[in-house]
């Protein structure tokens, strides 16, 4: 029977977790590249698959809605082999997501501190969890509630000083 850490390594997947504006996507991008992996965005799949926006999909079915779509996912990420996964900030909410990513591949934490992702989102409008009267107070009460499942990651990377290929070369080391 294979163990868990070697059906991981024999996945040969990367899958970035973190909150919004930690990074996930822009180094998603650039580790692909230096490995000549695919790339993937576990929003893009979902919209795609949707045909709808993340936040129309917010706005007309809600976050719950939203979250079984993450899951639906989540259980294809084990079908993927050297490909970089960028996945949503909050898919780590559900357990049974954690684990199917754990199956899939090497789980990194991007992580940052409250006020630097409330300075990196400022101004965005795509971002359903942030249209409140206090976006940095709902950072720091998501980032509360996801903290130990974020820190359950294979790897912890913080973004706040470092640039992108900084945080890439974290990875590879």
């Not at 070697?6 to 490995?35: P, Q, Y």
């Not at 996912?73 to 050297?82: G, H, K, N, V």
Request: glycine content about 6%; proline content about 2%.
């Amino acid at each position: 029977m294979t163990s868990p850490a070697a059906a991981r390594a024999a996945a040969s997947n990367l899958i970035l977790v973190g909150f919004m504006g930690a990074g996930k996507t822009t180094v998603g991008r650039r580790l692909a590249e230096h490995l000549h992996w695919e790339v993937v965005d576990c929003d893009d799949l979902i919209e795609a698959r949707a045909k709808k926006t993340i936040a129309e999909i917010f706005a007309s079915e809600g976050e719950a809605a939203f979250r079984d779509l993450e899951a639906e996912l989540a259980a294809t990420l084990r079908d993927y082999r050297q490909t970089v996964i960028t996945t949503g900030g909050g898919i780590v909410e559900r357990a049974a997501n954690l684990a199917r990513l754990r199956a899939a591949g090497r789980i990194i934490y991007l992580r940052a501190q409250p006020e630097v992702l409330y300075t990196r989102l400022a101004g965005s409008t795509h971002r359903p969890l942030l249209r409140v009267a206090d976006p940095l107070g709902r950072i720091q009460e998501l980032l509360a509630q996801r903290a130990a499942r974020y820190e359950a990651a294979d790897q912890i990377i913080d973004t706040d000083d470092a640039t992108v290929d900084e945080v890439v070369e974290a990875i590879l080391r």
